[in-house]
């Protein structure tokens, strides 16, 4: 239990720091992340016994992979809190993942992808839902209101 809860805040850190550096220091997206997972990357190659095996393998990974989720852009307005339910998305996704994934290149950005895609699309519908009822129920109070 204690090593999924450190993999998907590995997860959070990785898409929203990445993020921040990108937007608030004006790097590049890519530069951001790459700078962020080979910091990452070194940490556990040059200490691996920090955590144990399972978790010195995968924070890395997971990193990586969720940093490419904070390389969206600032201008589709994507929040830290977007940010961090795509990243437990992918984490989840993640730790489930079966083996039949091995092998393939790519798994981690297209994971991403996906992760940040669901998120947004589904944070977009409950927004444009709650929009419509708000608009429905003030419609048909100036309705109900007129007819008086």
């Known amino acids: 239990m204690m090593n999924i809860l450190v993999i998907i805040i590995s997860a959070i850190l990785g898409a ?3 993020f921040y550096v990108s937007d608030k220091f004006k790097q590049s997206a890519v530069r951001s992340s790459a700078l962020l997972s ?3 990357g070194l940490i556990f190659h040059f200490s ?17 992979g969720s940093s ?7 201008k589709v307005q994507a929040s830290y809190l977007r ?32 992760s940040l895609l669901t998120t947004m699309g589904v944070s977009d519908f409950l927004l444009r839902s709650t929009k419509i ?8 109070k100036k309705l109900c209101d007129h007819k008086s």
């Open 16 to 18: 929203t720091v990445t």
């Open 68 to 74: 490419f989720i904070g390389m969206v852009s600032s």
């Open 48 to 64: 691996p016994e920090m955590f144990n095996a399972y978790l010195s393998k995968n924070i890395p990974l997971v990193f990586i």
């Open 83 to 114: 940010l961090a339910v795509a990243a437990i998305l992918f984490s989840s996704v993640f730790i489930n993942k079966s083996h039949f994934f091995e092998g393939f290149g790519g798994a981690l950005g297209t994971l991403a992808f996906i």
């Open 133 to 140: 009822k708000r608009g429905m129920s003030m419609i048909r």
């Open 38 to 40: 080979l910091i990452v």
